[in-house]
């Protein structure tokens, strides 16, 4: 699976940004899907993941209730749909998969494949 993100940009502080990761390969919809978002000289945080069919989704405790994750496996795409962004949010965001449904869903290490990144900045 090869991943690809897009969508991140400059936005005021209280906006809205939509984020895309495209997928190509087989079985993506054998994958879990998951956002994670990246400042430099900082660890990789969990932002947020999405099951092989959409029905569970997780969040980091930060983004809960503003951000929304969502996937169309008939499209081999994953979306992070960002509301009420606040500067704390800006980062590199990454997109990811792991072939396997765990119970934990939040360790980076999990993921097999990684999209290239896409920069979100949030002014105030």
């Known amino acids: 699976v090869q991943l690809q993100a897009s969508g991140g940009g400059l936005v005021q502080a209280g906006g809205s940004l939509r984020l895309s990761c495209a997928a190509s390969?087989?079985?993506?919809?054998?994958?879990?899907m998951g956002w994670f978002r990246q400042v430099t000289g900082k660890e990789r945080e969990f932002v947020a993941s999405?099951?092989?069919?959409?029905?569970?989704?997780n969040y980091g405790d930060s983004v809960k209730g503003r951000f929304t994750i969502s996937r169309d496996n008939a499209k081999n795409m994953a979306y992070l749909q960002m509301n009420a962004l606040n500067p704390e949010d800006s980062a590199v965001y990454y997109c990811?998969?792991?072939?396997?449904?765990?119970?934990?869903?939040?360790?980076?290490?999990?993921?097999?494949?990684w999209g290239q990144g896409t920069q979100v900045t949030v002014s105030s």
């Open positions: 990811a998969a792991d072939r396997i449904q765990r119970a934990d869903s939040s360790r980076a290490h999990d993921y097999e494949y």
């Open positions: 390969g087989r079985l993506f919809s054998k994958h879990v």
């Open positions: 999405i099951g092989w069919s959409g029905g569970i989704t």
